[in-house]
């Protein structure tokens, strides 16, 4: 298990969960061949620049703010639904940025975030038992036996669309779009009018009133037009699919390093981070910045592995632990963790993941979160960085740039009746963009030391 042995395929030596069983395995070949010469999504150079960022954040010089789709789709990809996407991280990121007075790393689930872990590998609906889908890179949703038939050239189809995004993204983002004197197109209509997005509205004056007056005083253009003009953005997706993260490892030419050139960010899942499986063995191998989920189950010695195997040089920015327990077990579960690492000196950047250890059924059968429990979770893991010394670094969301209605809760608020409305998501339920701007102005307000 040394670091010699380490190559973009070692982990075929391992055990893997979560796979999925592609009958058709020449067609699985054909695809990783054809994987493995296309062009890189990513460059090694942004890469690094994200891993720096993620050791800032790490110190507490910055502020990670990752969301996006639970799980990316086929059939929703359209220009709009980028834009909308991107729209709402961008509202979040200037509330952030205002609040917290510093930094925010803008990190997208997006281009790229198309498999799913599933709990049972059969879904059974009136008596029928299939494959679960595992996301529109592996399967199709439809409940229907062709439908769930893993279908390798899926892969190839998840790249195509991932170079796609991930362009429109590049050009918004360095085009204009996402310019600071932009702030206002950010809000759309169907916000405009709510609470949020009128509080939102009032910022983006004040802003634009603050901007105005930088510039009447020479601020503008010239060396600072790219700070105006740019914003620096960044891709993730959960690494889970291992034949489609070892097929795009690229060796930088520059370092002569391997990078897992399918995104900036990958993380490893709650279920796939053993450290004697698969995905931990071939995430050790790639530079890029690695996220681990974490639920309440996780212990101090497992922590202390993970840095050992995946961070073994201890460098600032490589790790990034994201914590899901849920609110009623955050203030057990995290204490504890914090305590006893402290004396040990690792790098770890600290995230807040307070979606998935907030899932449950509502009565009528659906798939929900609350944001009473969301919120809740986040003012926990405030509040206990604050008591341990140690730095909160971020937030991961579950999110849209649609006007959906999956979570309950929020200033404009989703009740139980209105989950059916507009109910999308085929994995899990994210927030719609006023719930979104809502957790923003929470976390900007706790941080302030405002609530
Ligand atoms: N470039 C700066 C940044 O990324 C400022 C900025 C430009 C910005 N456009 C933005 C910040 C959109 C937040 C949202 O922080
Ligand atoms: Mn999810």
Request: proline residues 5%; negative net charge; glycine residues 8%.
């Amino acid at each position: 298990m040394s670091n010699s042995s380490w190559h973009p395929q070692s982990w075929r030596q391992f055990k893997a969960l979560q796979q999925p069983e592609w009958p058709d395995l020449r067609a699985l070949e054909e695809v990783y061949a054809h994987l493995s010469r296309y062009p890189p999504l990513v460059f090694a150079g942004e890469v690094r620049d994200l891993k720096a960022h993620l050791g800032e954040v790490a110190r507490g010089d910055a502020f990670l703010l990752q969301g996006g789709d639970c799980v990316e789709s086929f059939s929703d990809f359209t220009a709009n639904a980028i834009r909308d996407k991107l729209k709402v991280l961008l509202q979040m990121a200037v509330i952030l940025t205002h609040g917290l007075s510093k930094p925010v790393i803008k990190v997208g689930r997006i281009a790229g975030q198309f498999a799913k872990p599933r709990s049972s590998p059969m879904e059974v609906q009136d008596g029928v038992s299939l494959p679960s889908f595992r996301g529109e890179s592996v399967n199709d949703p439809f409940f229907s036996e062709d439908a769930r038939i893993p279908d390798p050239r899926r892969l190839e189809r998840a790249y195509f669309q991932s170079a796609s995004t991930i362009n429109l993204l590049r050009a918004f983002t360095n085009g204009g779009f996402a310019d600071l004197r932009q702030l206002h197109h950010w809000n759309q209509d169907f916000v405009a009018q709510s609470p949020q997005g009128q509080r939102y509205a009032l910022l983006a004056d004040q802003l634009g009133e603050t901007l105005r007056f930088m510039k009447a005083i020479g601020i503008d253009g010239g060396q600072h037009g790219s700070v105006l003009h740019e914003v620096e953005y960044f891709t993730s997706h959960e690494a889970l699919i291992l034949e489609y993260e070892s097929a795009l490892t690229r060796c930088d030419s520059l370092t002569g390093d391997f990078y897992d050139c399918s995104a900036h960010m990958l993380w490893i899942g709650e279920r796939t981070r053993q450290l004697d499986g698969a995905h931990v063995e071939f995430l050790r191998g790639v530079k890029n910045p690695i996220g681990v989920k974490i639920g309440p189950t996780v212990t101090v010695a497992g922590i202390l592995g993970l840095c050992d195997r995946l961070n073994p040089d201890n460098e600032p920015g490589r790790l990034t632990l994201i914590g899901r327990f849920g609110h009623q077990r955050i203030g057990q579960a995290l204490p504890p963790l914090l305590r006893g690492l402290a004396p040990e000196g690792r790098s770890i950047a600290w995230i807040c993941d307070p979606m998935h250890g907030n899932t449950y059924e509502a009565p009528s059968r659906i798939k929900t979160r609350s944001m009473d429990h969301i919120l809740s979770e986040l003012k926990s893991f405030f509040s206990i960085h604050q008591a341990e010394g140690t730095v909160p670094g971020g937030v991961h969301f579950e999110l849209t740039g649609d006007n959906v209605t999956e979570c309950l809760g929020g200033s404009h608020e989703i009740r139980e009746e209105h989950l059916t409305e507009r109910y999308e998501t085929t994995c899990d339920p994210r927030l719609n963009v006023a719930q979104s701007l809502d957790v923003a102005f929470l976390v900007a307000e706790i941080l302030r030391g405002s609530v």
